[in-house]
């Protein structure tokens, strides 16, 4: 049995650590300031409930599907940015975002403490072709989070 106790008590401490940070922040910075790939902290931020909505659906799949399955890859399919702007993100009250992400994350640390072990090798089929198991996407998963977190500090930083 994998125990992925140490990824959930991770997010769980930066998600306990960002989320008052994220509240005082001036509407200026959340709206006004863009990274590199031209997102404000809002957008950012939506992005990454984008992103763990994502991965939560791709967790219950794979549980249940047969393996390999293609479910839809919004990021490589160059979708992110679709799906930033149909939500208008730009526009959203910040406090509804920053405890829809508080939230969405804390839901999917429950989800991965609950995954059947037997299911770990189970894979998904990216929009690139790769073949990624459950068990590499589970682990994956908080190098993503905390890349957009440093993009945040970055622009609060500046």
Known sequence: MHNFHHITLELKKLINYWEPKLLILPDDVISGKKNSQGRSIKEIVGHMVDS??????????????????????????????KWIAIQNYKEANWHNLVQLWKYAHLHICHIINNINPAKLNCIWISALNEKISLEAMVADFPRHFKLHISEIEELTNN
Do not use: E, K
Request: avoid cysteine; hydrophobic fraction near 25%.
């Open 52 to 81: 763990v909505s994502n991965n939560t659906h791709r967790i219950i799949h794979l549980q249940y599907q047969d393996s390999p399955i293609t479910f839809p890859d919004y990021a490589n399919s160059g979708n992110n940015n």
